[in-house]
Structure formats: structure tokens, C-alpha cells
């Protein structure tokens, strides 16, 4: 096991978070660092966390519920993400285009709200606990705002009543647990960019076009509770996938020309009939 007392219980290690790909569960691991931060500079027997599990005397992990197995009989605050929205804080959310290539750049706020759930067996420990992560992240909001998507944060922070823990503590099942909320308001500012059809010269994307076809295609032969036969039926081939719009093949007289294949001719040496 890790000596960081919150490793043992994160779900999603394997993924690299950062700002560009994940901002949800950057923000976790932001909030989770700044309260192990935090409470690292604690004195020792006033809820002093450390990496080494056999002396941290509070838990700061993301696991919800808690397991009793990992906190033992320490005080623990379990980090929980909730709802995050686009906020249509503007027309289509549209920021400019680029002339030379068409690209269109998007961009809106969203709100969103981090709890901390701050657990122990003695009540009035878990409301210091929250009044502590509360004041932090208010006067130090500016660690946050740094990030460079960070618009707003630690302001309008709520701490919630002592009550009990209930499914907060996974295996509590003499209700000795007691839990303090602590949450935390924060806007995202997001950023995206929409690729044109077509490229600089106004020539259609191949690549965009075929996507477009199979889908359309599959949407006409699949059936409910029949996926596995969404590829049978129609398949798209030829100029459907390969002949940009707006082209057609050539005619004459109202009729397509066919391209047919030449007829193979055989050398009279080999005596055999053409």
C-alpha cells in the first residue's frame, strides 16, 4: 500500500488528469492536494496529516463512502464532485472564427459545487474539521484561481449542520458516526474548437464525409435489440463515400458513363479464339 493514506482508495489512478482533457476530476485531485496541503501544516494532535499512514492522524481521500477498513478510528473528509453545467452565458457560446481556416472557437462558464465531507466520532471535531477547510479555501482561493480555467472559487462556501454520518461511513452500523458538509462553489471557464467541413480552399473533408455516410447508413438498417446486424444490408461504396457533393458523374445525353472493362487479347500464336 501507498504511504499517501488517500491513494489506497482513488479509483481512477490510471487516468493522467489534466486542465486540457479532464477538468472534472482535475478538479478532485486539486481540492484533494490542497486540503492534504493544508492540514499537513497542522501541529501534531490537531488533525496533522502526512503521508506516512501510520501517523496521519486524518484521512483526505475521495472514496465515498468511506471504508472503515482505511480511516480506522481517525477523522476522515471524503472530497465528492456534484453537478456541473453549461451555463449558455451567451449567444451559441461563440467566441470568433478563424478566417483562414474556419475554425470556430466556443467558450462558457460553468458552474459547479464541491463537498467535503468531514467525518468523525465526536461531533464537535468534525465541525472544526469543516470550519477549517471552509476558511482555507476562502483565503486561499487564490492557489486555485491560478489554474488557468479556474474563474471563480471559494467564495459563497456553505458549512452544513453536524448530523449523522448515515451511508457516508460504509460498515458504520452503530451509527457512531457523525458527519459536517462542507461546499464550495467554483465556475469553470471552457474552452472549445469546432473543425469546418471543409478545409481552407472550401474542399469537402473526405475523412467527415464517410463518418457522416456510415452512420446515416446504419440508422436506416438497424433494428431494436438487433445491433449486431446494424452492419448488414445497405453498405456505402463508390461516389457515395469518395465523390465530394456537389459533383456528379459525367454524362452524355442524359445517360452516366460507365467505365467498362477492356477485352483482353490473346496472341494468335497461342491458336486459341478471341
Known sequence: MSGDPSSAVHTAQAIDSSWREDPLNYMVRAFIAFLQTIFEKAPVGYFHWTAKEEESEIVITEENPIG??????RPAISVVLGAVEWNAS???????????TGTQRH???????MSLNCCSRVGQEARFIAWQCARHI????RIFM??????????????????PAGALVQGDTEGEWLACSVTSPFYLQWYEKVTPLTDWNGAELRRVREIGVNYHTRMSVAQPNKTHEQNAGLRPWGGLVTQPRGLRQPRIKGQTIVERPSLATVSLEQKTKV
Open 90 to 100: 451567451s449567444m451559441d457560446e461563440f467566441q470568433g472564427q478563424d478566417p483562414m
Open 68 to 73: 472503515l477498513e482505511a480511516v480506522g478510528q
Open 146 to 163: 491560478q489554474e488557468p480555467l479556474i474563474h471563480e472559487i471559494g467564495r459563497r462556501i456553505r458549512v452544513g449542520p453536524v448530523s
Open 138 to 141: 476562502w483565503i486561499l482561493r
Open 107 to 113: 467558450t462558457d462558464l460553468l458552474p459547479g459545487m
